[in-house]
Each structure stands twice: as structure tokens, then as C-alpha cells.
């Protein structure tokens, strides 16, 4: 009986780390050259880290130096059939841009930003959307 309950409590502790471990939050850092919306907000360029919380919608941004940080909700996405590389991914109309997909890589599911009552404006006035992609680095 008590080899039984060790064995059971063993197994139990085994799949808690494995769950642990497939459900890790993750973090990439991007130099991003140009000022940027996130939702409302206006971040300046500069080198940014994302945090992805793992069982969480909610994604976490913040400057390498800790000057300007952001909390956002986002959506997830999973329409690729393939792991995708990291990158960010914002929509530019004219000299505005605006963030709007989040790839932490080794995965093909990415969260997508919701657009801002701004973004919504300009889409409908500007002439096309423009996407930017910038390549991101795991953080270390």
C-alpha cells in the first residue's frame, strides 16, 4: 500500500513538471527602429522585451531599460501549419505604426493585438495597410 502511494505521488509530481515545463511564459527582445501604438498607447523606439505569460492572454512589454512598460490582452492566433520564426509584426499606415501580431517562435501560434479605436481610423481613411516585420532574439 505504501509502495502504491509513492508510486502514485511520484507520478503525480512527474506530470506536474511536465505540465510546467510545456507551459513556460516566454520572453524576446526586439530592436524596434521607429515609434509604435500599442492599443492607445504610443511607445518609443527603442530595444523592447515581450513577455508572453504562459495560460494568459495578457502579454507584457517593456523597454530594455525599464523606462516605458505596457500590459495588453490580446487574441490568440494559430493559422500557420508550421512553427514560425519570432518576430513582431505592426501594420503602418502613412508614418503611423501600430502593433499587431506577437510570434515568440518554435510554435505556429502567435497572439494577435486588438485594433485600437485609432488604428480602426486610419485604416478606413488610409489608402492600404503596410506591414513591418522586425526579427526578434530569445532574451538571455
Same mark, same amino acid.
Given at each position: $500500500?505504501? !509502495?502504491?502511494?509513492?508510486?502514485?505521488?511520484?507520478?503525480? /509530481?512527474?506530470?506536474?513538471?511536465?505540465?510546467?515545463?510545456?507551459?513556460?511564459?516566454?520572453?524576446?527582445?526586439?530592436?524596434?527602429?521607429?515609434?509604435?501604438?500599442?492599443? &492607445?498607447?504610443? $511607445?518609443?523606439?527603442?530595444?523592447?522585451?515581450?513577455?508572453?505569460?504562459?495560460?494568459?492572454?495578457?502579454?507584457?512589454?517593456?523597454?530594455?531599460?525599464?523606462?516605458?512598460?505596457?500590459?495588453?490582452?490580446?487574441? !490568440?492566433?494559430?493559422?500557420?501549419?508550421?512553427?514560425?520564426?519570432?518576430?513582431?509584426?505592426?501594420?503602418?499606415?502613412?508614418?503611423?505604426?501600430?502593433?499587431?501580431? /506577437?510570434?515568440?517562435?518554435?510554435? &505556429?501560434?502567435?497572439?494577435?493585438?486588438?485594433?485600437?479605436?485609432?488604428?480602426?481610423?486610419?485604416?478606413?481613411?488610409?489608402?492600404?495597410?503596410?506591414?513591418? $516585420? /522586425?526579427?526578434?532574439?530569445? !532574451?538571455?
Amino acid at each position: $500500500m505504501k !509502495n502504491q502511494a509513492t508510486r502514485l505521488v511520484t507520478i503525480g /509530481i512527474a506530470l506536474a513538471a511536465a505540465v510546467a515545463v510545456h507551459a513556460q511564459d516566454k520572453t524576446i527582445s526586439a530592436d524596434v527602429p521607429f515609434s509604435f501604438y500599442m492599443g &492607445s498607447s504610443l $511607445m518609443p523606439q527603442g530595444v523592447y522585451r515581450v513577455n508572453e505569460f504562459a495560460q494568459s492572454a495578457v502579454v507584457g512589454i517593456d523597454t530594455a531599460q525599464g523606462a516605458t512598460s505596457k500590459a495588453v490582452t490580446t487574441i !490568440n492566433i494559430d493559422r500557420r501549419k508550421q512553427a514560425e520564426p519570432a518576430k513582431l509584426v505592426f501594420h503602418r499606415y502613412g508614418s503611423n505604426y501600430f502593433l499587431a501580431e /506577437i510570434w515568440t517562435g518554435d510554435s &505556429s501560434a502567435g497572439r494577435a493585438l486588438a485594433r485600437s479605436p485609432r488604428e480602426k481610423e486610419l485604416a478606413k481613411s488610409a489608402a492600404g495597410t503596410h506591414l513591418a $516585420m /522586425i526579427a526578434v532574439y530569445p !532574451n538571455r
